[in-house]
């Protein structure tokens, strides 16, 4: 399915501003402008500019146009969940060099356990994988993915080594719309200290995340264990 004409436009202004093209505290172009250049009407191109003003990245004033409020971070931190953005996405738009290993790759029927946990519905088939992510070499979080076998297509294990959401979007075709997350604070289990060289750490940020697709069905169950020394959380709060 193709993406709105509004979500093209706001992909590409999210790329300018986080490339610098609009960089923090600059206005962006007038709107009689923006709407010639991505031949748009008003309604749509506004719809792409509150998106991203409910993302933080941008901020509209009465009488002045819209400023670019969003800051690269300066410090090296693994991510601040923005948006839905894969892995590969992050790192690109941080330039940092990514690397997956897949360790486990299997499909199972869902239990009545696991259906508690993750919201599956038991006896549904599930393709499981097990994934070491990685930045420059080192590596930085554990994710245990679960998804609808139903629902991604003859998903392999190189689509998952790459990147799952791009398999999704670019081959099935696929609007990846939603993902509630949960994250907490555990105490690191053997796999993680095994695969995230913890030193003194003791413990791991684990975010647990549940993505529906644009038909509000939810393909995806993934818990993400992260490095504590390179885990931030930032949310967008609102008066």
């Known amino acids: 399915m193709p993406k709105a004409r509004f979500e093209n436009i706001y992909q590409d202004l999210k790329a300018k501003v986080l490339d610098g093209t609009y960089g923090y505290q600059s206005f962006l172009p007038p709107e009689t402008e923006l709407t010639a250049s991505y031949t748009c009407s008003r309604n749509t191109l506004r719809r792409a500019l509150s998106m991203l003003s409910d993302e933080a990245y941008l901020q509209p004033i009465h009488g002045r146009g819209v400023r670019v ?3 690269k971070q300066t410090h090296d931190i693994l991510g601040s969940l923005e948006g ?32 508690y946990h993750t919201g599956f519905t038991a006896g549904e088939s599930l393709i499981r994988i097990v994934r070491i992510r990685g930045l ?3 590596p930085r979080q554990i994710d245990h993915d679960y998804l609808l076998e ?20 670019e081959t099935l075709g696929m609007r ?13 289990t053997d796999e993680d200290f095994s695969y995230l060289d913890l030193g003194t750490f003791n413990c791991v940020a684990v975010t647990e995340s ?19 020394a390179t885990f931030c959380y930032n949310v967008i709060s609102k008066r």
């Open 69 to 71: 409020i969003w800051q």
């Open 210 to 228: 549940h993505s529906f697709n644009s038909d509000g069905i939810m393909f995806e169950f993934t818990q993400t264990r992260s490095h504590p």
């Open 84 to 115: 839905l953005e894969s892995f590969q996405e992050y790192a690109q738009r941080n330039g940092l060099i990514p690397y997956t290993e897949v360790k486990q790759f299997e499909t199972i029927v869902c239990s009545d356990a696991l259906a």
């Open 136 to 138: 420059n070499g080192i």
């Open 176 to 188: 990846i719309l939603k993902s509630k997350r949960q994250i907490t604070v555990e105490l690191a």
């Open 150 to 169: 139903s629902a991604v297509g003859r998903l392999s294990k190189e689509d998952a080594r790459r990147s799952i959401f791009s398999y999704l979007e």
